[in-house]
T-cell receptor, first 109, second 113 residues
């Protein structure tokens, strides 16, 4: 199975700033998904981008996908303290989504 | 409820005890996954069901781990003779199809003393 790896491992910013985190994966994919996990909670799906898409927006989220580089980025614009969480990318290879270690984002009010 | 429900939310077991963790997926969801998440790590795949069929159990760490989904709905993850290294959060997720969005439960936090 494949595994996405997120970087940076930790990111600390001020409210209002943008946050960018990256994901790299190893083999070809049908789609790539981003999830958020608040401390002590389950993961929540944020956005799915298909392999034939290059960019996708959802509210303050912008996801890009570069299949030639096997990488994706998640941009959160105008961050809020409530965005503090861990963010994971998931790459469903043979129907089993696998996750990296995540990026821990702290947004200071 | 409308979401994935897991129980118990917290379980403390003495080393050597057996535990059973339950997952109620969203009604009608075909796919069901179990993941194990250690502190500060990402979810690690354990096993996958498509309806009642267990299609992949390659992530189960030992033969002490067993999962079932007999009627294609509720699933149970059983851990026999628990060890300290089994301490983790066990996450269940369901999906309407086979390659799309996963819906996660809140997890069951297992602490083995």
């Amino acid at each position: 199975s494949q595994q996405g790896e997120e970087d940076p491992q930790a990111l600390s910013i001020q409210e209002g700033e943008n946050a960018t985190m990256n994901c790299s994966y190893k083999t070809s994919i049908n789609n790539l998904q981003w999830y958020r996990q608040n401390s002590g909670r389950g993961l929540v799906h944020l956005i799915l981008i298909r392999s034939n898409e290059r960019e996708k927006h959802s509210g303050r989220l912008r996801v890009t996908l570069d299949t030639s580089k096997k990488s994706s980025s998640l941009l959160i614009t105008a961050s809020r303290a409530a965005d503090t969480a861990s963010y994971f990318c998931a790459t469903p290879g043979s129907y089993i989504p696998t996750f990296g270690r995540g990026t821990s984002l702290i947004v200071h009010p | 409820g409308a979401g994935v429900s897991q129980s118990p939310r917290y379980k403390v077991a003495k080393r050597g005890q057996d535990v059973a963790l339950r997952c109620d997926p969203i009604s009608g969801h075909v796919s069901l996954f179990w993941y194990q998440q250690a502190l500060g790590q990402g979810p690690e795949f354990l096993t996958y069901f498509q309806n009642e069929a267990q299609l992949d159990k390659s992530g189960l760490p030992s033969d002490r781990f067993f999962a079932e989904r007999p009627e294609g709905s509720v699933s149970t993850l059983k851990i026999q003779r628990t060890q300290q290294e089994d301490s983790a959060v066990y996450l269940c997720a369901s999906s309407p199809g086979t390659t799309g969005e996963l819906f996660f439960g809140e997890g069951s936090r297992l602490t083995v003393l």
